[in-house]
């Protein structure tokens, strides 16, 4: 949605209508704040200044606007309230993109502001001067331009409640307010900060939940139905599999990986119940978005197999009518279409999720070198808190190896709208600084040195309790799993694999760590990584994990032939 804006020049001065603007923002529910600096957007950081002083809002200061968006991205996502980013005008706001489209995918309320010259000034050459309305497209659920003198109290207004979910069949998600400013962009002489005021710590935070459900009615038929928990599916996937006496396949990021019925090496096994075995799967229940796997990806494909997705408000990471699956409102319907598991459906899940954890705990505990999924195991095991999983291996090798515990222990999070590698410490950094507790992420090295300049905090910004786990194999083993280690490996295209998928790097993670003041640890045992999530979180640090890529397909081959040979025994009738 876009709108041309507000009325033509109101005559308010620049620092008028920005002290208008902040104050709309915080009556709507902003209550952070992360500004990049820049001298357009002026006038709104010294509003901004103002409503610090006076109690009103938490500022955070980024020089980089990559790193601002998403960081912002992140407090809102610890917090689940409308976070806003400021920028000057130019590139600064082009930077701003990539945290804008994960925003739009993963329904994030994140709140651009973006700075602009004066109707007089564009098109005519003007230092910083380009179009900044529209440039999120579609990634954005309303942008307006508000021009230079002009009231912004309706459009901010107007924003803040797309941002939030309040349109009708609309998600919450990303809105660009496009404030015009004219000269001058500092306030009048007489002015001055407000005395300072103390004020309470915002703290929206998530912390990890279970739900509980009343045993499913008798007079449901039994099916052989699975319960698959996405991304950001909630705990209300599990309390439904446990009431119906369901397996539980949930990714780590879905918050629903817990519980008596959580499977754990789930995509290992989903062929073990295909079409052909004694115990076919009949049905799939769909909570969130499922994102990691292949196994999943053709189970959710398979006609034979009907679908449902619980759906009780508008999501933002697929259109209608594009997938499917039968998308279901009620848990009352979807209690219909899944029906209640027999014993020996549950029963023969479990014995083989117990028989396929083994023997992956097994083929890892074979070498005491550290490995992408014992990386994994170890991380899921030890954080409290809060857990951010970067993309790519990271996330996969938590989903094959992570023991689901009894109850969740962490509050999960990750950038699945997308699924880029870009912006993962900033994000990670916004979801300490934002749930104000011990926070853990962990990541490869790749996506870690994507985004080092998010190790970069101002003097006398605040500092999250945050560690961060790298998983440095001194490229990007991803690839390797996927289509190209099969051409790597048949030497046709020589070291055109390994230069342009693996990207091979030499960087000294710890001279990059004492550079940004952040301490660090190398380890390269499993031993010795349990002992380093052991300690308490104390500031910020970086675990480096050495590991060799080149033998994880080998790895990898090593644990499916041990859990097909381990769950052969295992009945399923």
């Known amino acids: 949605m876009t709108s041309a804006g507000a009325s033509p020049a109101s005559g308010l001065s620049a620092v008028e209508a920005a002290r208008i ?40 200061v980024r020089i980089d606007e990559r790193s601002a968006g998403f960081t912002a991205l992140g407090l809102a996502l610890s917090t689940g309230a409308p976070v806003a980013v400021l920028t000057t005008s130019g590139t600064a706001v082009g930077n701003l993109l990539p945290a804008v489209m994960e925003a739009n995918h993963a329904a994030v309320p994140l709140v651009v502001l973006s700075a602009d010259r004066p109707e007089e000034l564009r098109g005519t050459g003007a230092n910083q001067t380009t179009v900044q309305l529209d440039l999120f497209g579609e990634h954005v659920r309303f942008a307006v331009d508000v021009p230079a003198g002009s009231d912004p109290q309706r459009a901010v207004e107007t924003a803040l409640s797309a941002a939030t979910g309040a349109f009708e069949d609309t998600p919450p998600g990303p809105v660009q307010l496009n404030l015009a400013f004219r000269d001058p962009l500092v306030p009048a002489e007489a002015d001055a900060l407000p005395a300072a005021a103390g004020h309470g710590v915002y703290r929206a935070a998530r912390n990890p939940l279970a739900l509980d459900f009343p045993a499913a009615p008798p007079a449901l038929p039994e099916r052989r139905t699975v319960v698959l928990a996405g991304h950001d599916a909630g705990p209300v996937a599990e309390a439904f599999a446990r009431a119906h006496g369901l397996p539980l396949l949930a990714e780590p990021s879905s918050n629903a990986r817990f519980g008596p019925n959580a499977v754990g090496p789930y995509r290992l096994l989903i062929d073990h119940f295909g079409a052909d075995s004694a115990q076919p799967i009949e049905r799939v229940v769909l909570f969130g978005r499922p994102t990691l796997s292949r196994p999943v990806s053709a189970l959710l ?14 999501v933002a990471w697929y259109e209608p009518g594009r997938r499917t699956e039968l998308p279901l409102e009620s848990l009352a319907d979807l209690a219909e279409f899944a029906g209640r598991g027999s014993a020996a459906w549950l029963d023969a899940w479990l014995m083989a999720g117990a028989a396929a954890q083994h023997a992956v705990d097994l083929v890892l505990a074979a070498s005491p070198a550290a490995t992408g999924p014992s990386v994994g195991a170890e991380v899921w095991k030890h954080s409290r808190g809060q857990l951010v999983l970067g993309s790519s291996n990271g996330i996969r090798d938590v989903d094959l190896a992570g023991v689901p515990p009894a109850e969740p222990q962490a509050t999960m999070f990750a950038n699945r709208g997308l699924a880029g590698i870009d912006g993962t410490t900033s994000t990670a950094t916004g979801i300490a600084l934002g749930g104000r507790q011990e926070t853990t992420a962990l990541m490869g090295d790749v996506t870690f040195l994507h985004d080092a300049g998010g190790l970069l905090l101002g003097a006398g910004e605040a500092e999250p309790l945050l560690r961060i786990v790298v998983l440095n194999d001194a490229g990007g083993a991803i690839f390797g799993l996927l289509e190209h280690g099969a051409v790597a490996a048949a030497g046709r295209y020589g070291n055109a694999v390994e230069r342009l998928f693996a990207t091979p790097q030499r960087v000294d993670l710890a001279a990059l760590a004492a550079a940004y003041g952040v301490a660090h640890r190398l380890v390269g045992t499993t031993a010795e990584l349990a002992d380093a999530l052991s300690r308490p979180v104390e500031g910020r640090s970086i675990i480096e994990v050495r590991t060799d890529r080149h033998s994880l397909g080998k790895l990898h081959r090593a644990i499916r032939a041990a859990v097909e040979a381990a769950v052969e025994g295992v009945p399923q009738a």
Do not use: F, K
């Open 21 to 60: 603007a902040v104050s709309t923002l915080l009556d709507a529910g902003v209550r952070q704040v992360v500004v990049s600096p820049g001298s357009r957007s002026a006038p709104m950081a010294y509003a901004l200044a103002e409503a610090e002083s006076a109690g009103r809002v938490e500022l955070l």
């Open 301 to 314: 494909a398979r006609a034979d197999v009907p679908s449902a997705l619980y759906q009780p408000v508008p």
